[in-house]
T-cell receptor, first 114, second 115 residues
């Protein structure tokens, strides 16, 4: 079993729909959970960052973490064509200044149809 | 503010050739990383560095070498290129900070094809 599982898609939804993107993980030491957005032929950019279990909201985006189920989600409300991108979940078990890289999911390719 | 700059953007190599992928950041970040991204496979860590003169292997280091002589630069060297090294390579950096991991900033990527 890979450390982080993410359905690569593609996931195609109509404009205005609510989008749900998910990752599962196996390493119970992960404490920090991130979502990166990557447009075609660009580098990833940080979208959301959460610590431990709970919800975090930022505009149309909501990130959820359920550590008991080892499951994280990203919800996009009122989806726009400009949201079309690949969304990568990333996780870290770091505390206090360690430098190891993040563990990434494969990324989900999202297409918002106008 | 340029952020993380990678050169070249594209390159085609023949099997057995060597090349260096360049990465420069102007944010004075201590930590720098090299990832490769294969289609449908996510990002895999190749090497990372916590500061000038210090480097360490990541998940997939075979066939690659790195050096870190300055805070700004973190070049990735491919010796004896193989078709399995066909990928998109991303350099990233982030500041050193006590507490939770800080945001990583990525370059635009280098698309490498080995034929």
């Amino acid at each position: 079993q890979k450390e982080v599982e993410q359905d690569p898609g593609p996931l195609s939804v109509p404009e205005g729909a609510i989008v749900s993107l998910n990752c599962t993980y196996s390493n119970s030491a992960f404490q920090y959970f991130m979502w990166y957005r990557q447009y075609s032929r660009k580098g990833p950019e940080l979208l959301m960052y959460t610590y431990s279990s709970g919800n975090k909201e930022d505009g149309r985006f909501t990130a959820q973490v359920d550590k008991s189920s080892k499951y994280i989600s990203l919800f996009i409300r009122d989806s726009q064509p400009s949201d079309s991108a690949t969304y990568l979940c990333a996780m870290s078990a770091l505390t206090g200044g360690g430098a190891d890289g993040l563990t990434f999911g494969k990324g989900t390719h999202l297409i918002i149809q106008p | 503010n340029a952020g993380v700059t990678q050169t070249p953007k594209f390159r085609i190599l023949k099997i057995g050739q060597s090349m260096t992928l360049q990465c420069t950041q102007d944010m004075n970040h201590n930590y720098m990383y090299w990832y490769r991204q294969d289609p449908g496979m996510g990002l895999k860590l190749i090497y990372y560095s916590v500061g000038a003169g210090i480097t360490d292997k990541g998940e997939v280091p075979n066939g690659y070498n790195v050096s870190r002589s300055t805070t700004e630069d973190f070049p990735l060297r491919l010796e004896l290129a193989a078709p399995s090294q066909t990928s998109v390579y991303f350099c990233a950096s982030r500041p050193r900070q006590q507490g939770p991991p800080t945001e990583a900033f990525f370059g635009q990527g280098t698309r490498l094809t080995v034929v």
